[in-house]
């Protein structure tokens, strides 16, 4: 980890961005912050400029800080939504995602948020996951993609992918289980109330 205060986890925001990708894991992340971890984890919005950015429903969200004045993370959490269309081809944003991943241990993507992992390369070789819609567009982002159908999320140790929206969420409880414990995480599930249907 960073320093002994605890993980520092980054979310982005970005124009385009879907809401729930953003909100779900930050609820989980804060949640777990404020009321079940020790040692102070912290939980940042970061946005491209520091200034709030206007999500793919309309919502509008304020940032702690941009970019490039974001603190060492710990965690990096790239969500989904009609603006990683864009994004893709972004050779500025690309470049960022791979600092990012030269300095940052654990990488995770909320829905189409792989996809812009794919084009930086970051997946290669890798087994991934996305928004069922986009499984095929995953798998031509970049080369050598084992594409996972039908997975709430891909976990690949340093690289963790998830499926749309919802399983944004599903996927940072299973990182509170990695960061803390799996009674850390159930304590964060039951805190905020999400119980999932089950077949």
Partial sequence: MSDSTGPVIGILLFPGVE????????????????NVASGGPRVLALSPDGEP?????????AADASYADAPPLDVLVHPGGQGTRPLMGDAAHLDRVREWRRSTPL????CTGSLVFGAAGLLQGRRATTHWR???V???????ID???????????DVVTSAGVSAGIDMALH????????????TVRRGIQYEPARA
């Fill in 19 to 34: 809401e729930l990708d953003a909100v779900g894991p930050w609820e989980v992340f804060s949640f777990w912050a404020a």
């Fill in 53 to 61: 950015v206007r999500c793919a429903k309309g919502l509008r969200i």
């Fill in 107 to 110: 990488m995770t993507s909320v």
């Fill in 134 to 136: 986009s499984l095929g």
């Fill in 138 to 144: 995953l798998a031509d982002s970049g080369p050598a």
């Fill in 147 to 157: 594409v996972v159908h039908d997975a709430r999320f891909v976990d690949e140790g």
């Fill in 175 to 186: 990182l509170v289980g990695r960061l803390d414990s799996p009674a850390a995480a159930d």
